[in-house]
């Protein structure tokens, strides 16, 4: 009887430490002295899931996404990318200094090894994480991550909205092109409502990325975006840019355990993107989901990615033995 009531206590304590945590604010400092804007939340003894958000975003807590990664024992962990709302800005980086970044925070916050993902513009930098950051890295996903603009046989503009079109054809011509486009887009993002954010993306959003468009998700969105351009355009032109040159690190040299998401009606990145992923990371389990589109997939999947990740991540620590 005893024994029963010491696990009762321990379940008690254990779900009020879940959904009593409240968001987090780390600052953290860069080796370059750069400062990073960090936000943890979730059980702190939880197994770290690391979250790189699209483009442009900046640091935040989605609930939902929150509460899931809880159910699992996962503890929330992710940042505003170096130019982005409180983050100092770095001019020039590649996607691959995203892993001297992530080492600092993990370090800081006392974090050894750990889960990643990243969506949209953040899927990049969760292949950087996989590639350069294999001692701590468990398994990654990502999901409508878009490939390197380099990728052989990938038409890589093919697909998109003409807004996505504009902008990395901006991109690939520098700054000098890039920035008074941003600035402009940045303009109306800088006060976005929730029941405005579907609108702001234009041609951008398919039908069932409008449906998840409402409630909470616009709500966090619109807030996302907000503090994205609060500071200026800086973060998002040096991501574009990061997009569209050499990422630092070699696709099919990644040797940890990847799993890419895409979706079929995905305006912002289309699924061949994916494909080409999924194709040329070794040993990379595909997921490409005709109906599901940019912003969807994760809203409709993102249980099915946690708990693939942790099936990969399983297999990664007990690899099946030859026969």
């Given at each position: 009887m005893l024994k029963r009531v010491s696990i009762?206590?321990?379940a008690v304590a254990r779900y009020h430490e879940i959904v009593s945590s409240e968001t987090r604010w780390h600052m953290v400092q860069?080796?370059?002295?750069?400062?990073?804007?960090?936000?943890?939340?979730?059980?702190?003894?939880?197994?770290?899931?690391?979250?790189?958000s699209g483009t442009p975003s900046a640091a935040g807590a989605y609930a939902p996404l929150v509460a899931e990664l809880a159910r699992r024992d996962l503890r929330f962990l992710t940042f505003s990318r170096p130019g982005y709302a409180g983050s100092s800005a770095m001019t020039g980086r590649a996607v691959g200094d995203v892993a001297t970044d992530v080492q600092a925070i993990l370090d800081a916050l006392n974090i050894g090894s750990f889960f990643c993902a990243g969506q949209s513009g953040g899927?990049?930098?969760?292949?950087?994480?996989?590639?350069?950051?294999a001692d701590r890295v468990i398994a990654t996903a990502t999901l409508a991550g878009v490939a390197p603009r380099s990728?052989?046989?990938l038409d890589w503009?093919?697909?998109?909205?003409?807004?996505?079109?504009e902008e990395f054809e901006a991109a690939a011509n520098g700054r000098e092109a890039l920035e008074p486009f941003l600035e402009r887009e940045a303009a109306s993002l800088k006060d976005v409502q929730p029941a405005e954010v579907a609108a702001s993306l234009g041609g951008l959003v398919s039908d069932v990325d409008r449906s998840v468009l409402t409630g909470g998700y616009a709500e966090f969105m619109a807030g996302s975006f907000q503090r994205a351009v609060s500071t200026g355009i800086s973060g998002w032109r040096d991501d574009d840019i990061a997009f569209v040159t050499p990422w630092g690190f070699d696709v099919p040299a990644i040797e940890t355990p990847v799993a890419v998401w895409q979706g079929g009606a995905d305006r912002m990145v289309p699924m061949a993107h994916g494909?080409?992923?999924a194709a040329h990371i070794p040993g990379a389990e595909q997921h490409l989901l005709p109906a599901e589109g940019h912003l969807s997939l994760a809203i409709n999947k993102i249980g099915d990615v946690l708990d693939g990740l942790l099936a990969m991540g399983e297999?990664?620590?007990?690899?099946?033995r030859a026969s």
């Open positions: 009762l206590a321990f860069a080796p370059d002295g750069r400062q990073l804007e960090v936000v943890s939340a979730g059980p702190e003894s939880g197994r770290c899931f690391l979250f790189h899927g990049p930098h969760a292949l950087a994480c996989a590639a350069l950051l990728a052989p046989a503009l093919a697909g998109m909205g003409a807004e996505n079109v494909a080409w992923l297999a990664a620590a007990h690899p099946a």
